[in-house]
C-alpha cells in the first residue's frame, strides 16, 4: 500500500504553507459559523413570522456550516500536524462519509436556493400559494 507524506519546503513557502491552508479555513470556520448563526436567529426571530423562505434559509444556513466544517477543518488538521494526522481517515464509515459529504452539502445548498427562488417567484405569481402555504 502506497502511502504519501507532506515534505517541508524552504521557510517562506513553509511559512506561507500554513497562512493559506492552516490559519485561513480556521478564520473562515470561525466567520462562517458566526455569520450562520446570526442568520438563523435573526430567521427565528418572533418579528420575522416563519415564513416557507425562511425555512429554507434555515436550513441552508445550516448545510453551509456542515460543508464549512468539512472542506477547512480537514486541511487545517493535516497542516498544522504537517500530514501526520487525518480526520477523515479513523475508519471505514468516516472515510465513506468523507466522499459523501462534499458532495452533498453543496448540492444541496444549490437546491435549498433552487427551491428559495421558486417560492418567491410563486408567492408573486400565485394568490392560492400566498393564502394557503407562505
Known amino acids: 500500500m502506497a502511502s504519501w507524506y507532506r515534505k517541508k519546503n524552504p521557510a517562506p513557502y513553509e511559512t506561507a504553507e500554513l497562512i ?29 413570522p416563519g415564513t416557507s423562505t425562511n425555512i429554507y434559509l434555515i436550513f441552508l444556513c445550516l448545510v453551509d ?20 494526522k487525518q480526520i477523515w481517515g479513523r475508519s471505514l464509515f468516516i472515510c465513506i462519509l468523507s466522499q459523501f459529504f462534499p458532495f452533498y452539502t453543496l448540492h444541496t445548498s444549490a437546491m435549498l436556493l433552487t427551491f428559495v427562488e421558486l417560492d418567491r417567484a ?13
Not at 32 to 39: E, P, Q, Y
Not at 123 to 128: T, Y
Open 20 to 48: 493559506i491552508s492552516g490559519i485561513v479555513p480556521i478564520f473562515l470556520i470561525v466567520i462562517g459559523t458566526v455569520g450562520n448563526l446570526i442568520s438563523i436567529f435573526v430567521l427565528l426571530n418572533k418579528e420575522n
Open 65 to 84: 456550516t456542515i460543508s464549512l466544517y468539512q472542506w477547512n477543518l480537514s486541511n487545517a488538521v493535516y497542516t498544522f500536524t504537517n500530514g501526520q
Open 122 to 134: 410563486y408567492l408573486l405569481r400565485d394568490r392560492w400559494y400566498k393564502i394557503k402555504v407562505a
